[in-house]
């Protein structure tokens, strides 16, 4: 990567955070009124979210410093890339996806759990469909 897109990634990145982090200023009445609460309380809310923020990106640059995540925090998705191009998204491997991630937790998938999840994944057929096949269309024309 050259240094000016660097600098470009880095200049919107800060943009996108000062955003993040001015805008609900603004509509703090508004957020006051939507949660039912004071306007102090309200701007507790964006302070915690401030904190968060501060909290946060020193520990992403850690687990992400070199441009890659660690496995050990994020489930694998690399079958998206080994087989939604010609298959779609397979439920066997959601299910394995997610049942590794709860793992990781010391949880379980429940029967409740693989309900929900068969539902959803039949629910979002469609638009899976219709993903997979903007995926082809764009790596043939490659």
Do not use: C
């Not at 779609?88 to 491997?93: A, H, R």
Request: without cysteine; charged residues 20%.
């Amino acid at each position: 990567m050259n240094s000016r897109a660097a600098l470009l990634a880095l200049a919107v990145g800060a943009f996108a955070i000062g955003t993040t982090e001015f805008a609900p200023m603004g509509l703090l009445p508004v957020i006051a009124d939507g949660v039912g609460v004071g306007i102090p309380t309200a701007g507790m809310l964006i302070t915690a979210y401030a904190v968060g923020v501060m909290l946060g990106a020193p520990v992403m640059t850690l687990l992400m410093g070199d441009g890659k995540v660690l496995p050990k925090f994020i489930p694998s998705f690399t079958w998206y890339l080994e087989g939604a191009i010609t298959s779609g998204f397979g439920y066997p491997k959601l299910l394995e996806t997610a049942e590794m991630a709860t793992a990781r937790r010391n949880r379980s998938l429940t029967e409740a759990d693989k309900a929900l999840l068969d539902f959803v994944y039949q629910l979002t057929r469609p638009e899976r469909d219709k993903a997979v096949k903007k995926d082809r269309k764009k790596l043939l024309r490659r």
